[in-house]
T-cell receptor, first 115, second 111 residues
Framework: AQSVAQPEDQVNVAEGNPLTVKCTYS??????LFWYVQYPNRGLQFLLKYITGDNLVKGSYGFEAEFNKSQTSFHLKKPSALVSDSALYFCAVRGGSSNTGKLIFGQGTTLQVKP | EADIYQTPRYLVIGTGKKITLECSQT?????MYWYQQDPGMELHLIHYSYGVNSTEKGDLSSESTVSRIRTEHFPLTLESARPSHTSQYLCASSASNSPLHFGNGTRLTVT
């Protein structure tokens, strides 16, 4: 069965410092991996995805994520955090063995960037 | 900006009322989804559709029903609302393995 885990409910970081939001996954076949961000009272916005190719994926707003097959991880990173990055972040996975389109979401990680 | 629209944004309604949450997308996506999300919590898939006249129940059991008569439209209906239905409902669409596009959600409160 597919699953996604985000081990941290909340990540706190000072503005200007690097940030990491962790995600691990379990799927059959090759994974399709995604990161989404949700601001208060809004829907989710797509940040980046990994399908195949380079393990380091660059996305919107300066975010990037590194796919690590041996550790089954897809951590979200940003070299220098902004206060405006404070939001709820979701990792999601779709198993590569089917084209059903169903995403499984992690439980979400709240990122708090302090000035 | 969002090409997927949900109405209403907020709805407060009494127990026992019938409600329909609207969702429309202008991208021609074949796949559409409904997720239920309590504030700041994880998303639970309650319905999905892979095309016109195709609907399936998701991973979380829900008393709601959906229909897909037109590609662009995927309304969700609750025949008799209850306080336990209070939540945020997010609609999304996608084409094949492309990322999901989400609407801004409907926050439903049943009193």
């Amino acid at each position: 069965a597919q699953s996604v885990a985000q081990p941290e409910d909340q990540v706190n970081v000072a503005e200007g410092n690097p940030l990491t939001v962790k995600c691990t996954y379990s799927v059959s076949g090759n994974p399709y991996l995604f990161w989404y961000v949700q601001y208060p009272n809004r829907g989710l916005q797509f940040l980046l995805k990994y399908i195949t190719g380079d393990n380091l994926v660059k996305g919107s707003y300066g975010f990037e994520a590194e796919f690590n097959k041996s550790q089954t991880s897809f951590h979200l990173k940003k070299p220098s955090a902004l206060v405006s990055d404070s939001a709820l972040y979701f990792c999601a996975v779709r198993g590569g063995s089917s084209n059903t389109g169903k995403l499984i979401f992690g439980q979400g990680t709240t990122l708090q960037v302090k000035p | 900006e969002a090409d997927i629209y949900q109405t209403p944004r907020y709805l407060v309604i009494g127990t026992g009322k019938k409600i329909t949450l609207e969702c429309s997308q202008t991208m021609g996506h074949d796949k559409m989804y409904w997720y239920q999300q309590d504030p700041g919590m994880e998303l639970h898939l309650i319905h999905y559709s892979y095309g016109v006249n195709s609907t399936e129940k998701g991973d979380l059991s829900s008393e709601s029903t959906v229909s897909r008569i037109r590609t662009e439209h995927f309304p969700l209906t609750l025949e008799s609302a209850r306080p336990s239905h209070t939540s945020q409902y997010l609609c999304a669409s996608s084409a094949s393995n492309s990322p999901l596009h989400f609407g801004n959600g409907t926050r439903l409160t049943v009193t």
